[in-house]
C-alpha cells in the first residue's frame, strides 16, 4: 500500500474519508510513489472555514512579525532545499539540479515576502484641500486560493501562498494532483517555521474541487496556473462569482536569432531553453526564427542538441528527464509525426528514444524540426516537450510579425549584437517578457512575471509589486483635524480656483 497524502486543515495533518484516489507516479520508473485524495466538498468547506476563522487574528499580526516569520520560512527552505529537490524530482521526474533551481526560484519568492512592511506602503498627499490629507492603505482580502500546475511543483506554490500570507490573507492551496508531494513539505516546514494554523490549508484533487473552490462564497481571490483552457475556464468561472482572479497558461515562445548574433551563444542558449526540463516550462523557448544568414546555423542546432540526453533524475550525465505521464508523451509523438506528415524536416528524431533499464518511462529524445510554417499542428499547439522548431524569416520585421501573429504572450527573445534592432524588437513585439541575449527571461521576484494575450487572463500578475495589489485592496483615507471651531454648513461640493 502506498502512502496517502494527507490534506492540511487548520494546521492540522488529515486523511480525507474520500474513497477516491489517484496514483501519483514516478514518470521515469512508473513506480506509485502515493496515492492522492479527491478531496470531499465538506472537507474543501473545512479548510475555507479554518482560512476564514485564521484571517481574523492574522490579518492584525503587526507586518514586521509577519516579516520575521518569512525570514525563518526561507531559512528553513534553504536548509531543507536538497531534501525538497529530491521529493520533486522523484514525481515529476525533472533532474536533481534542475529540481533545485525550481526550490530557488521559489525561495526568492519568500525572500520577496520578507519586504513586505515596504511593499505594502500605501501613498499620501498632504493639504488636498486646506487643512485636509488624503492617505491610503493596502488591507487584505481574506481567504485567497491557488491552483497550481504539475511543471514547477515548488516555484509556482510559492509564487502563490507566500505573497498572499505576507499581506495578511489566508490561503487555501490545491496543488496539482501529479506532483502533489513537494507541497505537503514545503507546508510542513511552513508550520515549523511558526505560522499559526489555519493560516495556510492543502486541498487536493482535479477538476472537481477547482469547480469547488471557484465558486465557494468565501473565496476572494484565485490565482491559478496550467494551460490555457484550464486558465480561461477558470478566469470566467472565478470572475463570474465576483472573484479577484489571475490565471496563467500556456503558450508558444520564439526565439528571433540575428545572423549577427554571436553564434555558440545561440546554440548553447537554444539546447538548455528548447529541452531542459523536458520542453515543460512554460517559457521553454520551441520557436527559433532564424532570420536571413542565421537559417544556415540549423545543421549546427542539429550536432548540439544530438549530444545530449534524457535521463532519471539522479543521473548526472543526464540533461532532462522524462514527460510527465503517458498522454503527454502520446501528444508530443502525435505532434511531431503530423509535423512530418504537413511537411516539415525532421532533423532530428526523438520519438523512439528509451532508457536502458527505464524502457516504460515517458521519455523523448531531443527533436529538431526544420522549415516549420504557421499552419502546421505543431507550431499551433503548444508541445510541451523537448522539441524545437525552426522557422524561418527574410527579417527581423517578418520575425516580429511571426510572433505577434501568434495568440500566446508568455515569454519571448531576441539574439543579437545590434542595439537598434534589440530596440525595435523589444518595442514592437507583442509579448509580456523580452530576453534579450538571454533565453528564458522570467522576471525575479521584485518584478512580476508578465505573460500577454491568451497567456494570462487577468490585470495584475504574480509577485512583485502587481502581487501585492493583487492580494490587498485599497483604502483611501481623506481627513481633516479643527484647530479652531469653523463656520460650517456649506452642503456645495467645494471647488478651488
Ligand atoms: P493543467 O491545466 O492540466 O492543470 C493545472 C491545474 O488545473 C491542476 O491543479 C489541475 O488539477 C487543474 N485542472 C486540470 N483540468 C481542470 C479542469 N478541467 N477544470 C478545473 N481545473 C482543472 O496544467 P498542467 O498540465 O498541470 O501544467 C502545464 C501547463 O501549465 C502548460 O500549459 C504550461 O504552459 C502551463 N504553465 C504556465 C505557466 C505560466 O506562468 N504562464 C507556468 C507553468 C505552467
Known amino acids: 500500500m502506498s502512502q496517502k497524502i494527507k490534506l492540511l486543515v487548520d494546521g492540522a495533518f488529515v486523511e480525507s474519508s474520500t474513497p477516491t484516489y489517484l496514483p501519483v507516479e514516478n514518470p521515469a520508473t512508473l513506480e506509485i510513489l502515493a496515492e492522492v485524495p479527491l478531496t470531499l466538498p465538506e472537507e474543501i468547506n473545512q479548510a475555507v472555514n479554518a482560512a476564514r476563522r485564521a484571517f481574523t487574528t492574522w490579518k492584525e499580526v503587526a507586518t514586521p512579525e509577519r516579516a520575521r516569520l518569512f525570514l525563518k520560512y526561507q531559512h528553513l527552505l534553504k536548509q531543507h532545499q536538497n531534501e525538497i529537490a529530491e521529493i520533486l524530482s522523484r514525481e515529476n521526474g525533472k533532474t536533481f539540479l534542475d529540481a533545485m533551481g525550481d526550490v530557488w526560484r521559489g525561495i526568492e519568492v519568500v525572500e520577496h515576502a520578507c519586504n513586505i512592511p515596504t511593499l ?86 482535479a477538476k472537481d474541487q477547482v469547480n469547488h473552490l471557484l465558486t465557494h462564497p468565501d473565496i476572494k481571490a484565485i490565482s491559478f496556473v496550467g494551460s490555457v483552457p484550464v486558465a480561461e475556464h477558470v478566469y470566467r468561472t472565478g470572475t463570474q462569482h465576483l472573484k479577484r482572479v489571475q490565471a496563467f497558461g500556456g503558450a508558444k515562445n520564439h526565439m528571433v536569432v540575428m545572423p549577427d548574433a554571436n553564434k555558440q551563444q545561440v546554440i548553447n542558449s537554444l539546447v538548455g531553453a528548447s529541452c531542459g526540463a523536458a520542453g515543460q516550462r512554460c517559457m521553454a523557448i520551441s520557436v527559433a526564427v532564424l532570420v536571413g544568414e542565421a537559417q544556415q546555423w ?200
Open 120 to 205: 505594502m506602503m500605501g501613498e499620501t498627499v498632504e493639504n488636498v484641500a486646506r487643512g485636509v490629507d488624503t492617505y491610503s492603505y493596502v488591507q487584505p482580502l481574506g481567504v485567497c486560493a491557488g491552483i497550481t500546475p504539475f511543471n514547477f511543483p515548488a516555484m509556482i506554490p510559492l509564487w502563490m501562498f507566500p505573497m498572499a500570507i505576507a499581506c495578511g490573507n489566508t490561503f487555501v492551496l490545491k496543488p496539482s494532483e501529479q506532483t502533489p508531494m513537494t507541497s505537503i513539505r514545503l507546508a510542513e516546514l511552513f508550520l515549523e517555521a511558526g505560522f499559526p494554523n489555519g493560516v495556510l490549508n492543502i486541498v487536493h484533487g
Open 298 to 497: 540549423a545543421e549546427d542546432i542539429k550536432t548540439a542538441l544530438s549530444t545530449i540526453n534524457p535521463g532519471v533524475w539522479n543521473d548526472e550525465s543526464a540533461a532532462y528527464g522524462p514527460l510527465i505521464n503517458r498522454q503527454s508523451k502520446e501528444k508530443v509523438l502525435r505532434l511531431i509525426n503530423s509535423a512530418h506528415l504537413e511537411g516539415a524536416k525532421i532533423l532530428l528524431d526523438g520519438s523512439n528514444y528509451s532508457v536502458k533499464g527505464y524502457e516504460k518511462g515517458y521519455f523523448v529524445g531531443p527533436t529538431l524540426l526544420g522549415d516549420v510554417t504557421a499552419d502546421m499542428s505543431v507550431y499551433k499547439e503548444e508541445i510541451f516537450g523537448p522539441a524545437l522548431l525552426l522557422m524561418n524569416a527574410a527579417s527581423l520585421d517578418e520575425g516580429i510579425s511571426i510572433i505577434n501573429s501568434n495568440p500566446y504572450g508568455n515569454g519571448t527573445s531576441i539574439f543579437t549584437n545590434s542595439g537598434a534592432a534589440a530596440r525595435k524588437f523589444q518595442h514592437e513585439i507583442e509579448v509580456g517578457q523580452i530576453g534579450v541575449n538571454i533565453p528564458i527571461p522570467v522576471p525575479l521576484p521584485f518584478f512580476s512575471f508578465t505573460g500577454w494575450r491568451r497567456s494570462f487572463f487577468g490585470d495584475l500578475h504574480a509577485y512583485g509589486k502587481q502581487g501585492v495589489r493583487f492580494y490587498t485592496e485599497t483604502k483611501t483615507i481623506t481627513a481633516r483635524w479643527f484647530e479652531e471651531d469653523l463656520p460650517g454648513g456649506n452642503v456645495n461640493m467645494t471647488i478651488q480656483l
